[in-house]
């Protein structure tokens, strides 16, 4: 059919017209083409008249075309593509562009009627065009795919004629705004990349257990209801989740109203991973119920989040060192610094003794290590001095403004007061100039795991070591398994363990501390591979930390793996891989031990590394494994526990990368998202935007209001105790009541400091031992003209004295006595 629209496109026309009904061309009569019957051609202009055939049922952009089969189903059939539908390539999930669940409802929807259940078979990439049907048979509908191949089912469900009542919506005025503006950046860095389509989510509140939000599509789009309108909708879960979710099974949908680009929103909780959907346009008219919505992870194959610290130079620091400073490290470091005290050290443990007297004064501290990083690849590292990078940078979670961690060599002197005038807690110096640690997340990695032979795992009979030993008996090529634990055959589970295993596994007991006796299990079991995954937990805070308890530590961990290195470092070994700990790097409060050993490893993998011996270091999250280090990790809430069979599958990821140093982790931005950035650890800066202390405490203070304060104090406390909101705690309860301990005492103390930019004293949960009484304080320090009489705190008679009187030791000795003692030990990683 031609039309005629321009007198360009009639000449046009003619053309075509001529030249296969006349067999000439009338622009070029010499043409000829093969003769056909003559056909007169009107004299009039072509008439405006379509003759393509119109579509049944396309009305969705989806849906091209339906079909009523003889056996009464009915079959919609369409496609989706990238260039017909941009959208498309706007939802990529741990990289992969996948159809987001939301089309597959608004496909089920376009029947008309009520989805009563819905389940998400199987993702449905979209690297390519895929055709699609979506077939309704009586109540069943059935959502299938087709990229190049044979058709995939990838939703199936029942519908029914229920009518839903629409739902009148109405943000309670106590809602509580929350934080959106950095919610995209931060998914991205989960494996949530939404593009601008997807990226509609506007502002959040959060009222009791409710979530609602306003959400907001860049255009017109034709849909029932747009996926990524409804899919930005779902969004605010991710708000404070430390792992976000994306839909499972929908139950109960009913679509009141078709095409609306903006929504108000209502999630309310209905069960473990389960909200309900309430959704209306911006003039409160009902668009859309959802009854129950099923959320979960995305599924067991997606790849684990593995990260690496990467140096980062930064610009020069400005303005000269203020304040009384102690330099723990060479001569040279004090002199350029000009600090008023000096102490060398030979390893880890002389350096804690020293900050336990240097954090008792008045002053701030700077350690200075030389080789103890590799801010370049190949760097030679020496691990004793990486072994103090994580004894300080535990001590910096506990003491966030007291201490300043270098690792320069001499040539740098003339950088190095700049480099502490910078504000950075943590940088190296090389050349003069400053480099900061930084986490960055690596692009997934594959390949065939290694032969490994024979096996030596350390710490076997751990929960951890256990889940590991089968692990490397039924999926990798492993001849023989030699398990070696402190007590051997002798440990609980120890024989169902070998049961299960079978012939290719034996027990030997070992103290792994022991050269002597490491070297007889060595040289009986001639290993290709050795995994060192011993361990043990004793934590304290730095000011308590016993010599014995440092020792209790380091020796299962560090010295054993100093034994492992230098008995095969002779043997061509296959892997040898060294299970460390988040804690080294991220610093942990109360575990200045336990990060110091684990830094260990890491320096002793990047030793080795720069030696051409093979090496890998694992600096392990959580591990969702009973019995694991869970219980005692003091990261803030950084961390989510990994399942076991995720870490596992990171485990095999990283025998195929030759970085010498891996972090294995689900982290938890989240929990970082809005802090002071000197609250938020060093090397996870990247990950998140942080604020000032001013950003945080301003509204308050500008209010001058005691009762900001106490929100402050509230959220603080539930924060630290990992509530979602202060709310509904008693400002009257004694904080051990609350479940605070020593550690986490110090953990409130830090961000109440960071927070209001005081500087208060490790006891100040036992010198004020009620949320109400430390609001008071702080309503005393911060808005003196109104704090009156009864304002103030009082003490039993005499302890005052004692708390003047005591030394820093003493008093957290005090503190574990009053709130309970939070040290354990056991096997760990």
């Known amino acids: 059919t031609l039309h005629r629209t321009t007198p360009h496109h009639t000449t046009l026309a003619t053309t075509i017209a001529h030249t296969y009904l006349n067999g000439t061309n009338p622009t070029n009569p010499h043409t000829h083409t093969t003769p056909h019957t003559h056909t007169n051609l009107p004299t009039y202009p072509f008439q405006h008249q379509r003759h393509w055939l119109n579509r049944t049922g396309g009305d969705h952009p989806l849906l091209t075309s339906t079909v009523d089969l003889a056996a009464g189903s009915t079959v919609h059939s369409g496609r989706v593509a990238g260039h017909l539908h941009p959208w498309s390539s706007d939802h990529v999930i741990q990289g992969t562009a996948l159809m987001p669940g939301t089309a597959l409802l608004d496909l089920a929807l376009h029947t008309g009627r009520t989805v009563e259940e819905l389940t998400l078979d199987t993702p449905l990439p979209l690297d390519t065009a895929a055709e699609l049907q979506v077939v309704v048979d009586g109540t069943n509908v059935t959502v299938h795919a087709r990229l190049d191949g044979e058709w995939t089912q990838h939703a199936s469900g029942t519908l029914s004629d229920r009518e ?54 860049p255009e017109d789009p034709g849909y029932g209801i747009h996926p990524a309108l409804l899919d930005a909708a779902l969004h605010v879960l991710a708000v404070d989740a430390a792992q976000p979710r994306i839909p499972f099974a929908w139950s109960g ?8 680009t903006a929504l108000r929103v209502r999630l309310s909780p209905s069960g473990t991973d389960t909200v309900s959907l309430v959704a209306t346009d911006p003039a409160g008219a009902a668009v859309l119920t959802v009854e129950s919505l099923v959320l979960r992870q995305p599924g067991a194959g997606a790849p684990e989040p593995v990260f690496r610290v990467e140096w980062r130079p930064v610009p020069e620091g400005a303005g000269a060192v203020a304040g009384h400073w102690t330099v723990i490290g060479p001569q040279w470091a004090a002199e350029a610094l000009g600090a008023r005290e000096h102490h060398e050290f ?18 701030r501290v ?38 300043v961690l270098v690792d320069t060599d001499r040539a740098s002197a003339d950088a190095l007061a700049a480099t502490v005038a910078g504000g950075e807690p943590q940088a190296a110096l090389r050349d003069g100039t400053a480099f ?55 440990a609980p589970g120890a024989q169902e363990l070998l049961a299960e295993l079978g012939p290719v596994a034996e027990l030997v007991a070992c103290d792994v501390g022991d050269r002597a006796a490491l070297a007889e299990v060595l040289a009986e079991a001639e290993p290709d ?29 560090a010295e054993a793996a100093r034994h492992l290195h230098e008995l095969t470092r002779d043997r061509q070994l296959t892997a040898f891989v060294l299970f460390s700990s988040v804690a080294a790097t991220v610093g942990s409060a109360g575990q200045a031990n336990y990060a110091a050993a684990n830094a260990y490893l890491d320096g002793l993998a990047q030793h080795r590394h720069a030696a051409g011996l093979p090496a890998t270091a694992l600096a392990w999250g959580l591990w969702d494994e009973a019995g694991g280090m869970n219980e005692s990790a003091r990261t803030g809430g950084v961390l989510v526990p990994m399942p076991t069979g995720a870490a596992l599958a990171a485990f095999d990821a990283a025998l195929h990368r030759a970085d010498p140093v891996l972090m294995p982790a689900r982290l938890n931005p989240a929990a970082l998202r809005g802090r002071p950035a000197g609250d938020v650890p060093a090397v996870l800066r990247s990950l998140v935007r942080t604020g000032s202390p001013a950003d945080r405490v301003a509204p308050v203070l500008r209010d001058r209001t005691p009762d900001g304060l106490a929100v402050l104090v509230l959220d603080t406390v539930a924060e630290v105790l990992g509530h979602s909101s202060g709310h509904h705690l008693d400002r009257d309860q004694a904080f051990r009541d609350l479940g605070f301990d020593s550690l986490t005492s110090v953990e409130l103390r830090n961000r109440i400091g960071a927070a209001t930019g005081l500087r208060l004293p490790a006891t100040v949960v036992f010198d004020h031992p009620t949320p109400a009484a430390l609001t008071a304080h702080l309503v005393a320090e911060l808005i003196p003209a109104q704090a009156g009489p009864g304002d103030a705190t009082s003490e039993p008679a005499g302890i005052a004295d004692r708390i003047s009187a005591a030394d820093a030791a003493e008093l957290f000795d005090f503190i574990d006595r009053e709130l309970g003692r939070s040290a354990t030990g056991g096997d760990r990683v």
Do not use: C, M
Request: no cysteine.
């Open 366 to 403: 700077l350690v200075a290590t030389g080789g103890a990083v590799a801010v370049h690849p190949g760097e030679e590292i020496d691990p004793d001095q990486a072994a103090v990078w994580g004894l300080v940078r535990s001590a910096q979670a506990e003491h966030p403004d007291r201490l």
């Open 253 to 260: 949908v009913r679509l009141h109203r078709r095409g609306a």
């Open 346 to 363: 030979r390893d880890a443990k002389s350096v804690l003794d020293v900050l336990r007297t240097a954090l008792a004064a008045d002053t």
């Open 436 to 490: 900061v640690p930084r986490l960055t997340r690596l692009p997934v990695s594959g390949g065939q795991s290694p032969a490994l032979g024979t096996v030596l795992l350390t710490g076997a009979t751990g929960a951890i070591g256990k889940a590991l030993a089968r692990h490397l008996a039924t999926a990798h090529d492993v001849r023989r398994l030699v398990l070696v634990s402190r007590r051997g055959p002798e």
């Open 529 to 557: 591979t050795v995994v060192h995954a011993a361990g043990v937990l004793a934590d304290a805070t730095v000011e308590t930390l016993t010599t014995d308890a440092f020792d209790a530590v380091w020796t299962p961990k």
């Open 164 to 217: 839903l009542p629409p739902t009148v919506l109405a943000r309670p005025p106590d809602a509580v705004p929350l934080d959106v503006e950095d919610i995209y950046p931060n998914l991205a860095e989960l494996g949530y990349r939404y593009g601008k389509t997807f990226q509609g989510l506007r502002a959040a509140w959060r009222a009791g257990e409710d979530l609602y939000a306003e959400v907001e599509l």
